[in-house]
């Protein structure tokens, strides 16, 4: 075990991750945390200020750690690489969930059936297999899905937006697996 030295305040500061303390709440809403700091950010959120902005294009954020991560969109920087492949990425939580594929650990069961998925933003789309629930709807007609990418791809239908093109010939289409299944007529 590492020795760390501390003092008072920041003693006191860091117990609190073990005792679950949090005396600091906001006066807005129901949120509570155990730092100062942490409760002056969070009222960011209620006042709309965005102190730390990109010098390269428009961003603005809350956070210094958010424009940090920002940052890397100019400067193609992906700090976080695997170890058994050749995937990077800009944040360590990418990489977490890139890990899953490797171990094949599938964190995010279904209580309802055997599904079983690696993040919990897909277990939120499952579970809409059994609510029924479809939350996008097309403005244009009577279509409604349970996935954003679903109605993106059902709204080329209505603007004839093709945008998968092979590269040996004229052939365009509005889904990758259409232009995949197109090029097998290249290949034989």
Do not use: W
């Amino acid at each position: 075990m590492r020795l760390q030295m501390y003092s008072k305040s920041s003693l006191v500061q860091h117990m609190r991750t073990h005792t679950g303390i949090k005396p600091f709440a906001c006066m807005l809403c129901d949120y509570k945390c155990a730092t100062n700091s942490n409760l002056v950010n969070h009222m960011r959120t209620h006042t709309g200020i965005k102190p730390f902005a990109c010098k390269l294009c428009n961003y603005k954020c809350t956070l210094s750690s958010s424009l940090v991560r920002h940052m890397r969109i100019h400067s193609g920087e992906k700090p976080f690489a695997c170890k058994l492949c050749n995937y990077k990425c800009t944040v360590s939580s990418s990489l977490v969930k890139h890990m899953r594929l490797h171990s094949g650990e599938k964190p995010f069961p279904c209580k309802l059936c055997d599904y079983k998925c690696t993040v919990n933003s897909r277990l939120l789309e499952h579970m809409r297999t059994h609510t029924g629930i479809k939350p996008f709807a097309c403005k244009l007609c009577d279509y409604k899905c349970t996935v954003s990418s679903s109605l993106v791809k059902h709204m080329r239908l209505h603007s004839g937006e093709k945008p998968f093109a092979c590269k040996l010939c004229d052939y365009k289409c509005t889904v990758s697996s259409s232009l995949v299944r197109h090029m097998r007529t290249h290949t034989g």
